[in-house]
T-cell receptor, first 111, second 115 residues
């Protein structure tokens, strides 16, 4: 399985954009990049996923580099409620298609 | 609420007792997963079902653990003869299909404390 590398922690000012990087240099052609976040005492929450094109939804934008070796999750206007652990996951296309979580990035949004 | 539902939210038990957790996936989701999460770590895969068939088990799933999904809807996870090392958050997730393009949606978990 492709592994991901994320910074262990980041800070962001409330109202500013939060840009969370992820490296996945060994990603294969059929592997998707998924982002989840986990707020304290809750289950992981699905945010967004993509294969090669940039994606946007009501929560965030996902920017994937052309060589697919890295990606950035963008929260355009971070709020205090966005404080969470953010997981970047490369999902392998196999029978199980389970998600393999790493350590994630702990994002602290500060007033 | 049409999300994944888990019951109970919290369970405290004494070592050696058996416990059972229930997960109700999102309606019409064919795939159901169980994960375990210990403090400060990311969730770890335990097992998954495609409809009622249990198709894969992690090596983390010792023989004291058993999971079922009898009618392809709700699922139960039972732990027999609990040990202190079983203390963790047990998470259930479901997805519409088993495809890699079908996101998993997680419940808020059952937190187990073994004393």
């Amino acid at each position: 399985d492709a592994k991901t590398t994320q910074p262990p922690s980041m800070d962001c000012a409330e109202g500013r954009a939060a840009n969370l990087p992820c490296n996945h240099s060994t990603i294969s052609g059929n592997e998707y990049v998924y982002w989840y976040r986990q707020i304290h005492s809750q289950g992981p929450q699905y945010i967004i996923h993509g294969l090669k094109n940039n994606e946007t939804n009501e929560m965030a934008s996902l920017i994937i580099t052309e060589d697919r070796k890295s990606s950035t999750l963008i929260l355009p206007h971070a709020t205090l409620r966005d404080t969470a652990v953010y997981y970047c996951i490369v999902r392998v296309d196999n029978a199980g298609n389970m998600l393999t979580f790493g350590g994630g990035t702990r994002l602290m949004v500060k007033p | 609420d049409t999300g994944v539902s888990q019951d109970p939210r919290h369970k405290i038990t004494k070592r050696g007792q058996n416990v059972t957790f229930r997960c109700d996936p999102i309606s019409e989701h064919n795939r159901l997963y169980w994960y375990r999460q210990t403090l400060g770590q990311g969730p770890e895969f335990l097992t998954y079902f495609q409809n009622e068939a249990q198709l894969e088990k992690s090596r983390l799933l010792s023989d004291r653990f058993s999971a079922e999904r009898p009618k392809g809807s709700f699922s139960t996870l039972e732990i027999q003869r609990t040990e202190q090392g079983d203390s963790a958050m047990y998470l259930c997730a479901s997805s519409l299909t088993g495809g890699v393009n079908s996101p998993l949606h997680f419940g808020n978990g059952t937190r187990l404390t073994v004393t």
